[in-house]
Structures are given as structure tokens and as C-alpha cells.
């Protein structure tokens, strides 16, 4: 003990410490965070893998090399590769993670229906050959050529009945055309049969890119793209009309938490929509809609969304490789716990991608 004091806190009351009580305690504080930190990282890669990762980016080779030719890439889509995704996969205790390419997915192929329909092709048997190389741990919401509908009618075929895709995962706009407007009718009326899972994930709208100077529509326009084509969907009519579709909205509805009471209130007190909607359809649909975490796993934003709809609406989701796993696990760990915890890391996936369940 003497040592230990000596070394502490000098060797006797009148001699300077080599090191300060404050900077010891600071110094202490620190390491102890750290060590929280990694012993948490520890037992999520220890325990039983249980978790379900609805929002995993992949980059399969072809479409990674249309999209260097367009200059549209960025180096986490470059650096990514099969093992880094299982790597991370492992430190989070993820069993599953359900892929897709991130944005602009083939958005940019809008008037090269061939190029669009061969890389959804190509990216779509890459994933599923993931899925046969690493058994249980990929799934595959498959890319559709959009905007072109007759090719993405014979993607859906093709992904869902050869390939047994989990669903598709589309983009939140193509141009300047959100997911309400009447040119998708003939697409959702295919997965609406089909009883499909639709993940979109945001892209930036032809509109609404380099709006503010040095800020990407990533930081922002990314998130409002998500929710124009909430609105999109509930206001034409279109989400109510196909009650059998599964929808899954990336980083928690973009700002949905913050316009929620436009779209409640003043939406359905005002023409054109007064005669035709209620707040009671808008939360219906609302509170029917799913929501991953991606990127929203703190305190504030998770919590807001957790106030707005259900805790069964709400599925994990990463963005890897643009963050990781675990700090989703620390995050959404710090708000939710027990049932509503294992509810929002699995059993939510489970209801729409029931294959899961043996897993």
C-alpha cells in the first residue's frame, strides 16, 4: 500500500506527486471508459450471434466498376470486401446481414435501360453467391433496374422466384420521380401480390444536390428525400392501395420525427387532401412502416422515433460500411433493453423475413 501511495501521491504528505491527483483521476476515468468500451465490444462479438442487419451495403464488382466510370464512388464502397463485412459482422454479434448496394444504386443508368438491367443482374447473383459461400450469414434485397419498369418486372421475377431474394431494396427517388407517383404502379403491384419486403435507402434527387456550398446531399438532402417519398406514398394513395408491402425506411424515416405533425395536422386540414385523408389514415400508415437504425442510434434520435411509432416497426441497421455494427449496439444499448431490445435487434426482422427464424 505504501508503494502504491508513493507512487500515487509522492512519498510523503510534503512531496509533489510524480504524477497529480487530477491528472491520475482524469487519466483513470479515461482508461476506464476505454476498458467499458472494449469489454462491450467483447461480449457482443462473444455472445450468441442473434442480431439482424436490414441495412449492409455490398459492392459487387460490376456495379462498383459503373459507378468508378461515372465517378460517383467513394471509398468506402471501394475499400469494401466480403471479409471486412464479416469482420465487422462478428465484433457486433450480427448473424445475418441483408445486402444491397448503397445509392445511387443504377439511378445513373436512367436512359441506358440495357447497362441498368445487366448490372442489377450481375450485383443480384453476386449477393446470392455471398449468401451460398457463407451460409446463414447474408441475405439479399435485390437491386432493380429502376426506373425502367419492364426491366424491373423481370428482375423481380427473376429475384425472387431463382434466386429466392428476401426483397428488393430500391432508392427513395429516380430523377425527379418519388415512389407515390403513378409510372411505379405496375412495380408495386408485382411485389404487393408477391406480399414483398421494399427496403429503400435515399439518394439524392436530381433536384436537390450541391445546394449548400462544401456540404454533400448526404449531410442533409439525403434524409428529406426519404421522407418526400413517405409523403409521396401516403398522400397519392399508394401505400394504402398495397397494404401487402412491407416497407422498410432508412435512418429512421430521415426526418420524418420532425415534419411527422406536418403530414398529421396540417396535410389533412388543408385541400387538396382534407376531404381525402385523416390523421387516423396518416398515423395508420406511419405506424404500419418500418424504420431501421441506421445512424440514429443515440439517445435523441431514436428516442424521438420510438415516441412517433411502435417499437415493432423498428429494425437495426448499420450503413456498414460507412459505420459499424457495434456502435449501433452501444447506442441502441444505452436507450432500450430486454424484449423491446431483442425486439428491434430481431424479432421485427423476423415478421418480414421469416426464413430468418430457422437461422
Avoid at 445487366?118 to 437491386?143: T, V
Wanted: charged share 20%.
Amino acid at each position: 500500500m505504501s508503494e502504491l501511495r508513493s507512487t500515487l501521491f509522492g512519498c510523503c504528505a510534503c512531496c509533489p506527486p510524480p504524477m497529480g491527483r487530477r491528472e491520475f483521476l482524469a487519466g483513470g476515468i479515461a482508461a476506464l471508459g476505454l476498458g467499458a468500451f472494449a469489454a462491450g465490444r467483447n461480449a457482443a462479438a462473444q455472445a450468441k450471434p442473434h442480431r439482424i442487419d436490414v441495412h449492409h451495403h455490398v459492392s459487387p464488382p460490376s456495379w462498383l466498376d459503373a459507378v468508378k466510370k461515372a465517378k460517383l464512388d467513394n471509398p468506402p464502397m471501394v475499400n469494401w470486401s466480403p471479409q471486412k463485412s464479416l469482420d465487422d459482422m462478428d465484433q457486433a454479434g450480427i448473424a445475418t446481414a441483408i445486402v444491397s448496394p448503397t445509392t445511387p444504386q443504377v439511378n445513373f443508368l436512367d436512359h441506358d435501360k440495357d447497362a441498368a438491367a445487366r448490372i442489377a443482374r450481375e450485383s443480384n447473383e453476386y449477393a446470392k453467391k455471398l449468401m451460398s459461400d457463407h451460409p446463414g450469414r447474408f441475405g439479399l434485397f435485390a437491386m432493380l433496374p429502376l426506373p425502367h419498369i419492364d426491366a424491373s418486372l423481370e428482375e423481380i421475377a427473376y429475384s425472387f422466384d431463382t434466386l429466392k431474394a428476401d426483397g428488393v431494396g430500391i432508392m427513395t427517388s429516380y430523377g425527379d420521380k418519388w415512389l407515390g407517383y403513378p409510372q411505379f404502379a405496375p412495380v408495386w403491384e408485382e411485389l404487393n401480390r408477391r406480399k414483398a419486403t421494399v427496403y429503400t435507402h435515399p439518394t439524392g434527387a436530381n433536384c436537390c444536390v450541391n445546394l449548400v456550398q462544401g456540404i454533400t446531399e448526404a449531410t442533409i438532402e439525403l434524409g428529406t428525400d426519404t421522407n418526400g417519398t413517405i409523403a409521396s406514398l401516403i398522400f397519392s394513395g399508394t401505400s394504402q392501395r398495397y397494404k401487402d408491402i412491407n416497407w422498410i425506411f432508412s435512418h429512421g424515416g430521415g426526418v420524418l420525427t420532425a415534419v411527422a405533425e406536418r403530414f398529421q395536422i396540417q396535410m389533412v386540414s388543408r385541400p387538396p387532401y382534407k376531404d381525402k385523408f385523416t390523421r387516423a389514415i396518416v398515423d395508420g400508415e406511419l405506424n404500419r412502416f418500418y424504420y431501421d437504425t441506421a445512424q440514429i442510434s443515440n439517445a435523441v434520435t431514436i428516442g424521438a422515433l420510438a415516441k412517433l411509432v411502435p417499437i415493432s416497426q423498428i429494425v437495426y441497421g448499420t450503413d456498414y460500411p460507412y459505420r459499424t455494427g457495434f456502435e449501433h449496439v452501444k447506442g441502441l444499448g444505452a436507450v432500450f433493453a430486454g424484449t423491446d431490445l431483442m425486439a428491434i435487434e430481431r424479432q421485427n426482422a423476423l415478421r418480414i423475413i421469416p426464413r430468418l427464424k430457422t437461422a
